[in-house]
């Protein structure tokens, strides 16, 4: 009933900028919590940033002063602003949302997308 389905993914050289963006349809109440988690291969996913209800945001230190999460309430939408992008940024990136729904409070995910970074 909940969907997530992320978008701007791609390939881009170190140093480049890179958006990523993640909208939720269905049936939703309300949205708490959404974030960005990455995969590499070989590697555990890892969190990268999450934004909760009242725009508090966390970052993965590998990140930080790089990456931007934000969010459009009014569109179900978050977005990661990826900026100085470097190889090691290379990974699937996936969208996961706290999302109030009839059944409750439940947890989704997105189904990735590819973010290759070239040297």
């Known amino acids: 009933q909940v969907q997530l389905v992320e978008s701007g993914g791609g390939l881009v050289q170190a140093g480049g900028s890179l958006r990523l963006s993640c909208a939720a349809s269905?049936?939703?109440?309300?949205?708490?919590?959404m974030g960005w988690y990455r995969q590499a291969p070989g590697k555990q996913r890892e969190l990268v940033a999450r934004?909760?209800?009242?725009?508090?945001?966390n970052y993965a230190d590998s990140v930080k002063g790089r990456f931007t999460i934000s969010r459009d309430n009014a569109k179900n939408t978050v977005y990661l602003q990826m900026s100085s992008v470097k190889p090691e940024d290379t990974a699937v990136y996936y969208c996961?949302?706290?999302?109030?729904?009839?059944?409750?409070?439940?947890?989704?995910w997105g189904q990735g997308t590819q973010v290759t970074v070239s040297s």
């Open positions: 996961n949302a706290v999302i109030s729904t009839r059944r409750g409070l439940d947890n989704f």
């Open positions: 934004i909760i209800s009242g725009g508090g945001t």
């Open positions: 269905g049936s939703i109440f309300s949205i708490h919590t």
